[in-house]
């Protein structure tokens, strides 16, 4: 899921892990079916989608176009499932290991600015959201 953003930072345990002055924050959630291909394809969709408006105010420009970055947050609860019962199930979401990996080549792939929370730790994050502009990004494996 990408959000439009003024400014964005994480953190962990009150230190500062990534930061971004204008750009996109990705929540990043990885599946069991995920594979590095999807990783390349959602990096390349994240820096050339077009949500920035250009001099007449249409979402024309991409992050890359505009010299933005991208905060980028790792997020299984993206998979949870809450159709049955009260608490979501999170079955569905990769395994640690894989979806670090596959988190880390997300991030390796594009080709902005990069500012990146901590695979798998508790984040606070902070962010001055503009428009609202949310995207949901979905290569459509899982």
């Avoid at 953003?5 to 924050?25: K, N, Q």
């Amino acid at each position: 899921m990408l959000q439009r953003v003024r400014s964005a930072a994480v953190s962990v345990d009150g230190a500062v892990t990534g930061r971004i002055d204008h750009g996109l924050m990705a929540l990043v959630g990885v599946g069991q079916r995920s594979t590095a291909a999807d990783a390349e394809w959602l990096a390349a969709k994240t820096q050339d989608l077009r949500v920035f408006p250009d001099e007449d105010g249409r979402m024309n420009r991409s992050v890359r176009d505009v010299g933005g970055g991208v905060l980028a947050i790792s997020q299984f609860t993206l998979y949870g499932d809450a159709r049955k019962g009260r608490r979501p199930s999170f079955v569905a979401a990769a395994a640690p290991d894989r979806g670090e990996a596959l988190y880390e080549a997300y991030c390796d792939a594009l080709e902005v600015p990069v500012g990146r929370g901590v695979f798998g730790a508790d984040m606070a994050i902070d962010m001055v959201c503009d428009g609202p502009v949310t995207i949901l990004l979905d290569h459509g494996e899982d």
